[in-house]
Structures are given as C-alpha cells and as structure tokens.
C-alpha cells in the first residue's frame, strides 16, 4: 500500500497515511478536524540505465556469441596494404 503525505490548513501538521489506491483522499486532520491537502511528494525508488530491452540483460549463449562476432570483426584482413614513400633526392 502507498503511503501518501496531508498537511493540515489549519494547524500546518504534516500526516504520512498508508492508503490503498481506491480508498477516498482524506478531508479532516486526526487532530484538529481542520481541512486537509494531499501533498505531492517524490517517488521511493528511481529506474537507472539505459532502459528495459533484452540487450540489455542478455544471456551467456548471446554474450558468447556476441563475442566470437567481435572476434571474426576485428581479424585482420589477407590484403596488406603498404604505403609507399617517394625518395629524398
């Protein structure tokens, strides 16, 4: 269940309530009886990375396969080419 945040405008206390989603918004303070109003407050957690795809979590056969990729990628190849440098007369 989430909590929500209240402040009263009439006494200025704040109230952390545990709430369900359906559950209607509270009007009085437990207090005083004054008016209350629901505050807007940050989230408990944050998403980091790049986002939610499969490279992203990929298995060991893609890993390995992915990596025997990079390998035949980076292989030099048969044709050497060399420069040639004019001679200093």
């Given at each position: 269940?989430?909590?929500?945040?209240?402040?009263?405008?009439?006494?200025?206390?704040?109230?952390?309530?545990?709430?369900?989603?359906?559950?209607?918004?509270?009007?009085?303070?437990p207090?005083?009886?004054?008016?209350?109003?629901?505050?807007?407050?940050?989230?408990?957690?944050?998403?980091?990375?790049?986002?939610?795809?499969?490279?992203?979590?990929?298995?060991?056969?893609e890993?390995?396969?992915?990596?025997?990729?990079?390998?035949?990628?980076?292989?030099?190849?048969?044709?050497?080419?060399?420069?040639?440098?004019?001679?200093?007369?």
């Amino acid at each position: 269940m989430p909590i929500y945040e209240y402040e009263c405008l009439v006494c200025k206390k704040g109230h952390e309530i545990m709430q369900k989603f359906n559950d209607p918004p509270l009007t009085a303070c437990p207090d005083c009886g004054g008016e209350m109003k629901k505050l807007i407050s940050n989230t408990s957690f944050v998403l980091k990375g790049t986002g939610w795809y499969k490279t992203d979590y990929s298995s060991g056969a893609e890993t390995a396969a992915k990596e025997t990729e990079k390998k035949t990628d980076t292989s030099p190849s048969p044709e050497k080419k060399t420069e040639s440098k004019p001679e200093a007369a």
